[in-house]
């Protein structure tokens, strides 16, 4: 991989789009403002963590529109010609659409999330007692971690479909949840010969009722830290890897 | 096939292996759990003992403190990683964080405890933002201290004396049938203390402006009571 390839894709990318940022930026802005009001005018309907639900919907939402323009060009097929004639590799390419989206998207969502946040706790902290967003509270950096997850997904669909990548992305995504889900619990219960298995999460946990009461059963801690790195570390660069592959792909 | 769709593929059965062999893992972890236990959804650590006892964090789950013969701290375990209990000289400190309910609501919390705290010796509570439910207390002075969006409930205690100051938005009440013979009430900033299913032979109160009491009829006539005693008594 050739840095100083990179380093032009990045620059052209930010020449041909830094308005279209800017505005987004500050429609992002006005969105999360806009949720905080909600969240606040119906604070008896929204009890528990509402500024890690506002982080959590604003991230995957306006992270995953900008992770699908990376790639926008494959929609018309001249334009996806040029894409695939600009004098860069593959993995240069995939390379600085992952910075760009995975990496520095990030790093903006966190300014103007905390912005949006700062203000929030300004008005709110004399009568509410409101404090910041605290991302390394009770292991909260791992949901942020699984961004990259949604990251590598939402890449991979946008050079797998042609049109209306994004929404087809999330509707297989979508699917393939829904199944994991039903054949999760299904296989629990063969396995462990528990009944009444009513929800699980896929290489985590189950949990099961008994006599009206949910019982939570879950890995080992150092199992569950394995699983979890797996998750959110490995996977995405898995995804990332297949989007690549793809990519090559396209250009033979 | 292409590539991509054998890696695909590849990821798929690397999945599916993971589930299968997390299954198996689960079975065991299964196996080791009692149902016939009433905390089987908990942890118990014992805790050396205690007599000051400082809670902070969230309201979201209600921590129970118990007076009972030895001193543990039970968690749910789901909540474990949310838990940092600190034990210095005669102080446990803990920190319960985690997501935080309207204060209105936090009373009526039904969520099961978050915490149980079992103490043979405590008798000063700080509360700070926490949902907290003191339960059997017999024949043990109590200092409570409230502060921020604290919430406390008695149940079925009786104190030979009972202190309870407020600040910031705290609330308390009490459940069952309570007990205090010296019942001392410091109640600042807006702080709203409710006075029902409470008896007591004496009450000391001092209320700031914005705090309020709310006080139910047999307590108001304890109140009107205990100030005709007050009136009677010759004075000098």
């Known amino acids: 991989m050739n840095l100083v390839n990179l380093t032009l894709l990045l620059k052209r990318q930010l020449k041909e789009q830094s308005q279209l940022y800017l505005l987004g930026s500050l429609v992002l802005f006005g969105l999360l403002a806009t949720l905080f009001l909600i969240v606040h005018h119906w604070r008896d309907s929204f009890g528990g963590a509402v500024q890690n639900g506002v982080f959590l919907i604003g991230l995957f939402g306006s992270g995953g529109i900008f992770t699908a323009t990376m790639f926008q060009e494959f929609s018309e097929s001249a334009k996806g010609i040029w894409l695939l004639s600009i004098p860069a590799t593959a993995a240069e390419k995939i390379a600085a659409a992952i910075l760009l989206s995975g990496f520095a998207f990030l790093v903006a969502y966190l300014g103007i999330y905390y912005l949006t946040d700062g203000l929030y706790t300004l008005l709110t902290y004399q009568k509410y007692g409101t404090t910041p967003l605290n991302l390394f509270r009770n292991g909260f950096y791992w949901l942020v971690c699984a961004y990259f997850l949604f990251n590598g997904i939402i890449l991979l669909g946008s050079v797998y479909f042609t049109k209306l990548s994004f929404v087809k992305t999330l509707l297989v995504l979508l699917l393939v949840l829904v199944f994991l889900n039903y054949a999760n619990n299904f296989l629990m219960g063969i396995i462990s010969g528990i009944p009444n298995i009513n929800s699980s999460t896929p290489l985590s946990g189950f949990q099961f009722e008994h006599q009206g009461e949910n019982i939570y059963v879950n890995l080992p801690e150092n199992i569950d830290s394995i699983s979890n790195i797996f998750a959110r570390a490995v996977l995405p660069l898995i995804f990332w890897s297949i989007t690549w592959l793809r990519f090559r792909e396209k250009e033979v | ?236």
């Open chain 2, 1 to 236: 096939m292409k590539k991509s769709n054998i890696a695909l593929l590849g990821l798929a059965l690397i999945f599916t292996a993971g589930m299968l062999t997390t299954g198996f893992i689960l079975k065991k972890e299964a196996a080791k759990i009692n149902l016939n236990d009433p905390l089987r959804n908990y942890e118990t650590t014992p805790t050396a003992a205690f007599k000051v006892l400082k809670i902070s964090g969230s309201n979201g789950y209600p921590i129970h403190i118990q007076y009972d013969t030895g001193n543990s701290l039970t968690v749910l375990r789901r909540r474990k990683s949310f838990l940092k209990a600190k034990n210095t000289a005669d102080t446990l400190e803990i920190i319960f964080s985690g997501a935080n309910i309207p204060l209105d609501e936090a009373s009526k919390n039904t969520t099961p405890a978050g915490i149980i705290i079992k103490t043979n010796a405590v008798n000063k509570i700080a509360n700070q933002n926490t949902f907290v439910r003191i339960i059997d207390f017999r024949k043990t002075d109590l200092d409570l201290a409230l502060s921020g969006q604290a919430v406390a409930t008695f149940s079925n205690c009786q104190f030979p004396a009972l202190n309870i100051r407020a600040t910031g938005q705290s609330r308390f009440g009490f459940d069952g049938q309570n007990i205090a013979d010296n019942f001392n009430l410091n109640l600042q900033n807006s702080t709203i203390g409710f006075l029902k299913n409470i008896q007591f032979a004496v009450l000391q109160h001092q209320v700031g402006d914005s705090a309020a009491v709310v006080l139910s009829n047999q307590v108001m006539a304890q109140v009107f009571n205990q100030g005709q005693k007050k009136l009677m008594q010759p004075t000098k």
